[in-house]
């Protein structure tokens, strides 16, 4: 049995910090950070069942074409990512009565819907990024004990090759998108490539303001790697993590990102809203197969 101080309720029967219960969360989840994109993704749903506010977590499920979807905003970074795969697991793979996980284990769709800056020349400003591959610049997977499978190490190993001694606080983890999802998304109007998850927006992705980055022209050195014929196409910040999760707990997961920004042209598009919509509307069309 789970105890109760692994396992928190709150005195409603909801999980602690998404406050849903069982039964609210659809098989395909689309995972957000920003709030606000919720409401945005709520206009094209019908038949609302719920909207659920806590803190940065919102919650809705509602229909689109026919199909079930949950969207949950996670806000920003690998610990919120923690918590919300976790909570999300147990809500559909925990007995919450009997604090026993299920006999029968339920497998989900996991979509991040995310803006990322580029690293390539070649992907410019509002292109969409599909993650065949994420590597988590955070260490939230080495405190989890992975099955061996679940990382990428040969791609791990050669990323570390890249970041030369800094590896004593920077170790890589190299996580698959999967692969179910990624032929679901895939498109003449995507790019695909791997994407770099980082612990931080600013000297983690080689921004300078008043600090100086420990890794020198980091990300020159991301641009020019290469494996199995992809490059690394962009930075964001919770895509590995929730890859990594995901596989672990048997779910499906995949990042698609809409890039406002190319780091290396120093090109910047301020009024994303409207691309940010159009990435929306790609995702539900593909996954509910509408042309």
Do not use: W
């Not at 977590?57 to 689109?64: E, K």
């Not at 990322?116 to 988590?136: A, H, M, R, T």
Request: charged share 25%; net charge negative; hydrophobic share 35%.
């Amino acid at each position: 049995m789970i105890l109760e101080s692994e396992l928190i309720l709150n005195p409603d029967g909801s999980i602690y910090h998404l406050h849903l219960k069982p039964g609210q969360v659809a098989d395909t989840v689309i995972l957000v950070g920003d709030p606000g994109r919720v409401t945005v993704i709520e206009s094209y749903l019908s038949d609302v069942e719920y909207k659920v506010v806590n803190r940065e977590y919102i919650s809705i499920t509602g229909t689109y074409n026919g199909k079930r979807i949950t969207v949950v905003s996670t806000g920003v970074g690998v610990g919120n990512i923690d918590i919300v795969m976790n909570e999300l697991d147990a809500l559909v793979n925990i007995d919450f009565e009997t604090r026993e996980i299920k006999e029968n284990l339920k497998k989900l769709d996991f979509i991040r819907i995310g803006t990322s800056g580029s690293i390539q020349e070649d992907i410019p400003v509002n292109s969409f990024v599909l993650s065949q591959k994420s590597v988590g610049f955070d260490n939230l997977l080495y405190f989890y004990d992975v099955d061996k499978g679940i990382i990428n190490e040969t791609c791990g190993r050669l990323l570390r090759m890249v970041v030369g001694g800094h590896s004593l606080f920077l170790n890589p983890y190299v996580i698959d998108a999967s692969e179910e999802l990624f032929n679901t998304l895939k498109s003449k109007k995507t790019k695909t490539g791997i994407t770099i998850s980082s612990p931080g927006f600013y000297v983690p992705q080689g921004r300078e303001l008043r600090l100086t980055p420990k890794l020198e022209d980091i990300n020159k050195k991301l641009s020019d790697f290469e494996y199995e014929g992809l490059k690394i196409t962009n930075y964001e910040m919770e895509i590995s993590a929730m890859c990594g999760l995901a596989r672990m707990l048997g779910h499906n997961a995949i990042g698609i990102c809409l890039i406002i920004a190319n780091r290396l042209s120093q090109k910047v598009n301020e009024n994303y809203r409207d691309k940010i919509r159009e990435l929306i509307e790609y995702v539900l069309h593909k996954i509910t197969h509408e042309n």
